[in-house]
């Protein structure tokens, strides 16, 4: 089974940057996207980013960070990224990595990252 372990949340000023990571390990061969999702207090979790396994890298954002956050991967490293910059307060929130397996979705464990203003 795969296996995701998330890193890099934090506190940060309205501004600020951070770069979440996600390290995949395991049954990895499989994997066809990874994917970032993040959940705020008492809301519903939201898809953030998206990044296909095969060479074309294909990204798409929510349109909420378009400009801001940028996700990309290290195969070699199997592990994706999320560069997120000119944070705002309404970005904080639990942010979670997910791999598509099969059709078969795997969760990182979550990282906090909160903006304050």
């Known amino acids: 089974q795969v296996r995701l372990v998330e890193s890099g949340g934090g506190l940060v000023q309205a501004g600020g940057s951070l770069r979440l990571s996600c390290a995949a390990s395991?049954?990895?061969?499989?994997?066809?996207?990874f994917n970032w999702y993040r959940q705020a207090p008492q809301k519903q979790r939201e898809w953030v980013a998206s990044?296909?396994?095969?060479?074309?890298?294909?990204?798409n954002y929510i349109d909420s960070v378009k400009g801001r956050f940028s996700i990309s991967r290290d195969t070699a490293k199997n592990t994706v990224y999320l560069q997120m910059n000119s944070l705002k307060p309404e970005d904080t929130a639990v942010y979670y990595c997910?791999?598509?397996?099969?059709?078969?979705?795997?969760w990182g464990q979550g990282t906090q990252v909160t903006v304050s203003s």
């Open positions: 395991g049954s990895t061969f499989d994997i066809s996207a």
């Open positions: 997910h791999a598509l397996k099969r059709g078969f979705g795997t």
């Open positions: 990044i296909s396994s095969s060479f074309t890298s294909t990204t």
